[in-house]
């Protein structure tokens, strides 16, 4: 293990990683960001076609002006923004490099990770919640032609496809399908798809619904998947469906692991939301700092980019403040 001590160590390489990044070069401190994949690994692992639902100027970081063809921007286009931030700022990140263990060592840390030891004086999690799928524990689950992550529809011509949710992923996924040939099937949980679905998208896959071209289970819940079926239990009773490939868009949730390794507490109510001072977003544990959507724990639509970016400057401010 070097000897090297951090004065900040920034556990992820998106969008508010990098901001972080930004601030604590900005505020003149010794700072690493360790990225377990891909720079923005969980833009580049959005649908290849996504587009935002916020505009261009609101996820800009830095004073770089974020241009895009249109007012809301695309994955390709934000990939190509947030490695420009990256260039421009020369940013210190390890790609690549997973953690593994995070531990309190004296007045600093200790993380391990995939290829190395660091000490840090302090940490900040900004781990996204892109990384673990919400599961829907039923038999067949872990069947291959199961997915969590959806890319493009290729893949799906002429296929029978069921996409289980009824959020934007879940959406795309069906349109998007439906559109190059598959006979796509939806399971919703209640009445229709959700109300924050992209208000430009919305329409479309109500009426695809409404004339029958895509069919929806309504109040509905996924029971078994076997290797060419889907058992679907419904209001109506159960009902069996042929199937080729179910693409379940579920949701994800943080990487509540690390928290629990640094002994950060979470809310008992449902949103199992971490405990930190909105003041500087340092958590219940003295040096553990936390930035963009992890903050919200379960809740994964209180905190996105445009919204998020602001706790680099907290963090940065405060760390810089304690170290001097």
């Not at 840090?120 to 999690?125: E, Q």
């Not at 896959?205 to 071209?213: F, L």
């Amino acid at each position: 293990m070097s000897e090297k001590i951090f004065d900040v160590i920034i556990v992820g390489g998106g969008p508010i990683g990098l901001a972080c990044g930004v601030e604590a070069q900005k505020n003149g401190l010794d700072y690493l960001i360790l990225e377990k994949g891909a720079l923005t690994n969980s833009i580049y692992n959005y649908p290849i076609n996504m587009r935002f639902f916020s505009t261009s100027d609101r996820l800009e970081m830095a004073g770089i002006p974020f241009m895009s063809i249109e007012n809301k921007p695309t994955r390709t286009e934000a990939l190509e923004y947030y490695r420009r931030i990256y260039s421009h700022f020369q940013l210190k990140v390890n790609l690549y490099e997973g953690v593994k263990t995070l531990e309190k060592s004296g007045e600093n840390f200790l993380i391990t990770t995939e290829k190395g030891n660091y000490q840090t004086r302090k940490i900040v999690l900004a781990t996204g919640f892109y990384d673990l799928p919400n599961l829907m524990n039923v038999p067949g689950e872990d069947l291959p032609k199961v997915m969590h992550y959806y890319k493009e529809p290729w893949p799906f011509i002429a296929q029978k496809v069921l996409v289980v949710g009824g959020a934007n992923s879940a959406v795309d996924a069906a349109l998007e399908t439906w559109r190059k040939g598959a006979k796509v099937s939806m399971v919703l949980l209640g009445d229709e798809v959700d109300d924050n679905v992209k208000y430009w998208v919305r329409p479309d896959i109500m009426n695809r619904i409404k004339e029958g071209s895509i069919k929806a289970f309504i109040r509905s819940k996924v029971k078994e998947i076997r290797e060419k079926e889907v058992v679907i239990s419904t209001p109506e009773g159960e009902v069996t469906i042929e199937n080729d490939f179910v693409l379940a868009m579920t949701g994800y949730k943080p990487n509540f692991a690390l928290l629990d390794q640094l002994g950060v507490e979470l809310s008992l109510d449902e949103k199992r939301q971490p405990c930190y001072d909105q003041a500087n977003q340092e958590s219940n544990v003295p040096g553990v700092y936390l930035a963009g959507v992890v903050c919200g724990g379960l809740n994964t639509r209180e905190f996105f980019i445009e919204n998020s970016i602001v706790h680099a400057e907290s963090i940065m401010g405060d760390i810089a403040k304690k170290l001097s």
